[in-house]
């Protein structure tokens, strides 16, 4: 693909505890490691000591129906109800627990606490996502629109062209995202979180299946950030 316009930023989000719904944002900070706040707190089965697995562990799929927010510095969590505990709130691990029906804990991710848990996987900096890629699944023979929160992006980008998973011919590139300048790194390989239910999502398999036949179970990049600076919703995107 050749440089110049890609589209423009449509939705910014970020997910301050791993596994929850995320929050939107209408600008973000983006550093090496993404967005600020983003993915530095899970939630723990305390009697395993194991990370919440809703893509591939039945029990944890109630994490996606709380959201996860940053208030100043600590993440926050909201329930169906309405109700938002601090994760370091000594309510909250009996509130999980009433919201899932087995002990679960809040903690940080690292390695220098007892408290802490080390990250099961290497998380990318920014995960990026178009339109253009939504607009091709959903042409696949699915009946609706597919909602981006499926993907769980830091980034979409609205983008002018036909649908198509552009996103695959950036790799190696230097992306403009505002007044940032990040470069893709490599496709983001799909998982069963793609077709759990969410509030005003019903479970699809189906979006995974069609992934995996149509584009090697691809959709989106990661990206990582060699110019940080803030990015805002409406600001246009560009390939270098």
Known sequence: MNSGAIGIIEEIWRYPVSSLGGEPLSSAQLGADGALGDRTWCLVDPQTNKPATPETDQRWRAALFLRSRLADTVPEIGFPDGEWLAVTDNRLSPR?????SFPVEARPYGDGEPSMVKNRYLPSPVHLVTTASLDR???YGVPWRISARRFRPTILVRTD???GFIESMWLGRDIRVGSVMMRATEETKRCGMTMIAQ???VEEPEVLRTIVRQNRRNLGIYC???EPSTIA???KVTLA
Request: negative net charge; glycine residues 4%; hydrophobic residues 35%.
């Open 233 to 235: 919703v409406g600001d």
């Open 137 to 139: 699944l959903s042409s």
């Open 199 to 201: 509030p005003n999502i």
């Open 161 to 163: 062209c036909e649908p």
């Open 224 to 226: 990582i950030v060699t």
């Open 96 to 100: 999980l627990e009433r919201h899932f």
